[in-house]
């Protein structure tokens, strides 16, 4: 799939604006679904739920275009594992034990650990934005996580959920980068959905493993499914795409950085959670850098050709 930008008009912007509205509302659910339903049982029945629907425009040109995507199947099989089973599982595991406004800051800081790990493993050239930014979204990590007061981590340790979403952040970087790696010879729907079917394969002996009263379908567990399987995992991507091909990824990018203060917004209204002037200060720090990393591109080292005078 293409991602040069077609010509756009200003309503274009409401693509990934709502993608991310509907972003932060999936931030909600995972606090909501800590404890009322297991990590793994969510991730395998919203999977049940978006290959379903998937299935219904996707399928038909997955099944003709098979023989290629069998190809590729090993490839699918990383991908799905790293994006749809590890990072949905630890970030709904983490819900337990941090707040939705830290889940929002460490997922918003991914672009820029998927930068740094493509100066890793794609040997791409470090830019000032990715050094400085980095520094900068290091020192709000560190202040956020420790509430502000930065000997607490001395003497209390990190909370486990905000390891475990720096865990999620550092494998979706790692997903981003092998996908742009191997640039698979197929649409972005399909890669998906071959995604989510290995995924679904991945997460059933998980949801075997899951206690019976954590994997129960009630009236409080399905809606959080429904939302995280429709809503999330195919409404989102669609506005995301739109997005990407009518302004480009560079710029939808940016409305990653929206995302802390969407679900700031909404755990204030729907889950009381109070807004503390640590959330704000080491928040802002880390877009600070996320920002920079966007838009400082230039390389680091860089030699200025000069022309001596004779």
Known sequence: MSSQPTSASPLSLLYPFFAIVLWAGNVIVSRLSAHAIGPQAITFYRLVLAIGLMTLFVGLPAWRNRAVLWRHLGEFAVLGFLAMCLFQSLSYLAAGSTTATNMAV????SPLLTVALSALMLGERPTIGMVGGGILSIVGIVY??????????TRDGVHPGDALMLLAGLVYALYSVLLKRWNLPVSGWQSTYMQALCSLAVMFPALL??????RALNTETLP???YAGCAASVVLPVLWIRGVEQLGPSR?????????VFTALAAIVMLGEPIRSYH?????LVLAGVIAAQ???????RRVAVELPE
């Open 106 to 109: 460490f997922t918003a800081l």
């Open 209 to 214: 493993a899951t206690p019976a009263p954590l």
């Open 224 to 226: 959080l499914i429904a």
């Open 295 to 301: 838009l400082l591109k230039r390389p680091l080292g």
């Open 252 to 260: 939808c990018a940016i409305f990653l950085n929206l995302l802390p």
């Open 144 to 153: 956020l996580v420790s509430a502000g007061d930065l000997a607490s981590l």
């Open 280 to 284: 704000v200060i080491g928040g802002g």
